[in-house]
Nanobody, 126 residues
Framework: VQLQASGGGLVQAGGSLRLSCAAS????????MGWFRQGPGKEREFVAA????????RYADSVKGRFTISRDNAKNTMYLQMNNLKPEDTAVYYC????????????????????WGQGTQVTVSS
């Protein structure tokens, strides 16, 4: 399985970006998918995750109300719409997938995930 994250870039504070994570090698429909990020000098942290059907999502408190995670199983792709971006959102964003996930699992944990993408840089200027 390979995950390809894309859509990062440089944006001013208050702006928007949409990240994509395209999977290849296996269908994503029976998986939980998540986004994590690692800012300069920081540890990697959970951002958002989405259940198999897209009916259940979870978000870090820092992005609630600004970011929206979604998925298109037919396209084998997950998305992260990021609005009202802040300088503190500057980070490398990684996508990840967990094929054995259950609904009650802790999707915020990195060790839940089986495969990771290479990351895409998001830089928010003030």
């Amino acid at each position: 399985v390979q995950l390809q994250a894309s859509g990062g870039g440089l944006v001013q504070a208050g702006g928007s970006l949409r990240l994509s994570c395209a999977a290849s090698g296996r269908a994503i429909r029976n998986s939980v998918m998540g986004w994590f990020r690692q800012g300069p000098g920081k540890e990697r942290e959970f951002v958002a995750a989405i259940w198999r059907t897209g009916t259940t999502t979870r978000y870090a408190d820092s992005v609630k109300g600004r970011f929206t995670i979604s998925r298109d199983n037919a396209k084998n792709t997950m998305y992260l719409q990021m609005n009202n971006l802040k300088p503190e959102d500057t980070a490398v964003y990684y996508c990840a997938i967990d094929f054995g996930a259950i609904l009650s699992a802790d999707w915020t944990r990195e060790d839940q995930y089986d495969y990771w993408g290479q990351g895409t840089q998001v830089t928010v200027s003030s």
